[in-house]
């Protein structure tokens, strides 16, 4: 069973950046994709960001120019970069990946942005 580990959630003032981690169990080689939802009280999960196996790059459009996905393949570990960050960013962010048929989360990392 692939087991996926966010890390580097918490609570950031509106217009502070924060760097998400993933680490999957197996080698990101493995995964067609891996990339990042969220999901905000009252809402539907939705996409944030993805990375293929060749590295290209796929975002929300809403959420252009302010997050940025990104890995490193030494320490098999993917990142969500997010910068200008504002309250309608607060949620739970989840880690996913993908091979044909099968899609695995991670548990989620809590973002709060409030001052």
């Known amino acids: 069973q692939v087991q996926l580990v966010e890390s580097g959630g918490g609570l950031v003032q509106p217009g502070g950046s924060l760097k998400l981690s993933c680490v999957p169990s197996?080698?990101?080689?493995?995964?067609?994709?891996l990339g990042w939802y969220r999901q905000a009280p009252g809402k539907e999960r939705e996409f944030v960001a993805s990375?293929?196996?060749?590295?290209?790059?796929t975002y929300a459009d809403s959420l252009k120019g302010r997050f940025t996905i990104s890995r490193d393949t030494a320490k098999n570990t993917v990142y969500l970069h997010m910068n200008s960050l504002n309250a309608e960013d607060t949620a739970v962010y989840y880690c996913?990946?993908?091979?044909?048929?099968?899609?695995?989360w991670g548990q989620g990392t809590q973002v709060t942005v409030s001052s």
């Open positions: 990375i293929d196996v060749n590295g290209g790059t």
């Open positions: 197996e080698t990101i080689f493995d995964f067609n994709a």
């Open positions: 996913n990946a993908n091979i044909p048929f099968k899609q695995y």
